[in-house]
């Protein structure tokens, strides 16, 4: 290495930055679609979806990059994205509030923001144009995530992420646009990742795994419960935190949290949400937001639920964060035009005997 190598280098370190991990310009385009999205059997509902799945795509970059999105409107009502947790540091007007930051996107047209990826963590973007229906009811919502310049020493531990986002549904406005069933609203059915249990999917490990869940509650409060360990909270907002233990952690809506968890207990435990309405769906119980963590290895029973699932290893998004940094989809969270035929389930939420 030259001397002015060495230096490039000890400049890059000075600033937080590896050799080689310059900031980047991240270019991605989104859409958003029309569609209808079927969280549990029982319940469609109309959505307005970023590319057309909820939750919307996956936007994975690295801290101080370059971030541009042009976003086509291809529905019937006017719609924007803020970037939440975002600074906007020089570039409010990219903050997606209409009215306030832009004209709202009206159908038909685009719009392109630009700004500066400034914040690390999980984050998430979401529409802001009547946020009681177009957030709380139709899915516009997504995950995220800006990977830090110094990731802590425990994130650097970490073998294997899930991204968990839960949400709430409200039946009786579920299929006419333009309602949001305020100021008597109720909330009765309940997923994560839009699909309610057991239409959603396990997250499956390997005892030795360090395993973070980076959880999203987009609409509804949220009382978090993994059976058989204990979680080491190390993120709040996207920020760390002075880690501690937690066996049940409670969030409000709009709030994220990084739960670290060490699998040292093969079996299959259910994890859920502790707000016990909330494990229903249309007064089902047994539903709503609720998953499984499986050991690899532990033999299945014939009564278990997910014995034969027809398995989707980024239903929790844990392929993708492994992807080069861009905009990723996942079939599995599409939703369909109810002018179409329908398309075959995809894998993503399947499960025998539904």
């Given at each position: 290495?030259?001397?002015?190598s060495?230096?490039?280098?000890?400049?890059l370190?000075?600033?937080?930055?590896?050799?080689?991990?310059?900031?980047?310009?991240?270019?991605?385009?989104?859409?958003?679609?029309?569609?209808?999205?079927?969280?549990?059997?029982?319940?469609?509902?109309?959505?307005?979806?970023?590319?057309?799945?909820?939750?919307?795509?996956?936007?994975?970059?690295?801290?101080?990059?370059?971030?541009?999105?042009?976003?086509?409107?291809?529905t019937?009502?006017?719609?924007?994205?803020?970037?939440?947790?975002?600074?906007?540091?020089?570039?409010?007007?990219?903050?997606?509030?209409?009215?306030?930051?832009?004209?709202?996107?009206?159908?038909?047209?685009?719009?392109?923001?630009?700004?500066?990826?400034?914040?690390?963590?999980?984050?998430w973007?979401?529409?802001?144009?009547?946020?009681?229906?177009?957030?709380?009811?139709?899915?516009?919502?997504?995950?995220?995530?800006?990977?830090?310049k110094?990731?802590?020493?425990?994130?650097?531990?970490?073998?294997?992420?899930?991204?968990?986002?839960?949400?709430?549904w409200?039946?009786?406005?579920?299929?006419?646009?333009?309602?949001?069933?305020?100021?008597?609203?109720?909330?009765?059915?309940?997923?994560?990742?839009?699909?309610?249990?057991?239409?959603?999917?396990?997250?499956?490990v390997?005892?030795?795994?360090?395993?973070?869940?980076?959880?999203?509650?987009?609409?509804?409060?949220?009382?978090?419960?993994?059976?058989?360990?204990?979680?080491?909270?190390?993120?709040k907002?996207g920020?760390?935190i002075?880690?501690?233990?937690?066996?049940?952690?409670?969030?409000?809506p709009?709030?994220?949290?990084?739960?670290?968890?060490?699998?040292?207990?093969?079996?299959?435990?259910?994890?859920?949400?502790?707000?016990?309405?909330?494990?229903?769906?249309?007064?089902?119980?047994?539903?709503?937001?609720?998953?499984?963590?499986?050991?690899?290895?532990?033999?299945?029973?014939?009564?278990?639920?997910?014995?034969?699932?027809?398995?989707?290893?980024?239903?929790?998004?844990?392929?993708?964060?492994?992807?080069?940094y861009?905009?990723?989809?996942?079939?599995?969270?599409?939703?369909?035009?109810p002018?179409l035929?329908?398309?075959?389930?995809?894998?993503?939420?399947?499960?025998?005997?539904?």
């Amino acid at each position: 290495m030259t001397a002015a190598s060495r230096a490039a280098c000890a400049l890059l370190l000075a600033l937080g930055l590896a050799p080689g991990a310059q900031a980047e310009l991240r270019k991605f385009d989104m859409t958003i679609e029309e569609f209808d999205f079927e969280v549990a059997p029982g319940l469609t509902t109309k959505v307005w979806a970023y590319d057309g799945q909820v939750p919307g795509p996956l936007i994975h970059v690295r801290e101080g990059d370059d971030v541009e999105v042009t976003v086509q409107n291809n529905t019937t009502m006017s719609h924007t994205v803020h970037f939440h947790g975002t600074y906007q540091t020089g570039t409010w007007q990219m903050d997606g509030v209409p009215d306030v930051s832009q004209k709202a996107i009206e159908p038909g047209d685009s719009f392109t923001y630009r700004f500066v990826a400034d914040k690390p963590g999980s984050l998430w973007y979401h529409c802001h144009v009547n946020t009681a229906e177009h957030i709380d009811l139709r899915g516009m919502w997504g995950p995220m995530i800006v990977d830090p310049k110094k990731p802590t020493a425990l994130e650097k531990q970490v073998t294997k992420d899930a991204i968990v986002m839960f949400s709430g549904w409200d039946s009786s406005v579920a299929k006419e646009y333009g309602k949001n069933g305020v100021p008597h609203r109720e909330l009765d059915y309940f997923s994560i990742n839009g699909k309610s249990h057991p239409g959603n999917q396990p997250i499956r490990v390997k005892k030795g795994d360090v395993l973070r869940l980076r959880l999203y509650a987009p609409n509804a409060p949220v009382a978090f419960h993994l059976h058989g360990h204990d979680s080491l909270v190390t993120h709040k907002d996207g920020l760390p935190i002075t880690p501690y233990p937690v066996d049940v952690i409670a969030m409000q809506p709009g709030e994220r949290y990084d739960l670290i968890v060490r699998m040292n207990n093969p079996g299959i435990w259910m994890a859920h949400d502790h707000i016990e309405e909330h494990t229903t769906a249309g007064g089902k119980e047994g539903a709503g937001s609720m998953l499984v963590v499986e050991y690899e290895g532990i033999d299945k029973p014939g009564f278990y639920m997910w014995k034969d699932v027809a398995y989707d290893p980024d239903f929790y998004l844990s392929e993708s964060l492994k992807k080069p940094y861009g905009k990723h989809n996942n079939p599995g969270f599409m939703g369909f035009d109810p002018a179409l035929p329908r398309p075959a389930a995809p894998a993503a939420g399947g499960h025998a005997g539904m």
